[in-house]
């Protein structure tokens, strides 16, 4: 099982939930977040005055998958959020070695 965390731009929540529902993701995380990257944050205009924002607004998605869906939903995710300008956001890809479902207990991929 993978583990593929997203940050993306806010307004392409939307675009990517749609891809993962017809990639078959059946669920995922959602989180607000702040950070920057290269560009180290964004100039802003509020009220005819420029002020710079440090961290920058994104939002974190994860969702587990198997192993063989990885490179698939990845893609989808990827070309979901694009919108080819700077800021659109990273991939990130890790193992996991054990999935639980609390409720019945039913282990990895059956716990997906």
Request: no cysteine; glycine share 10%.
């Amino acid at each position: 099982m993978k583990l593929i965390t997203a940050i993306i731009k806010p307004f392409r929540l939307e675009q990517v939930r749609e891809a993962l529902m017809q990639g078959g993701v059946q669920g995922m995380t959602v989180s607000e977040v702040r950070g920057f990257g290269r560009q180290r944050g964004q100039t802003e205009q509020y009220r005819g005055a420029e002020y710079d924002l440090n961290l920058v607004p994104k939002l974190k998605i994860e969702v587990v998958v198997e192993d063989a869906d990885m490179q698939r939903i990845a893609e989808a995710i990827a070309l979901a959020a694009q919108t080819g300008n700077p800021g659109d956001g990273k991939l990130f890809v890790t193992s996991i070695g054990q999935a639980v479902r609390i409720r019945t207990g039913e282990l990895d991929e059956t716990a997906l």
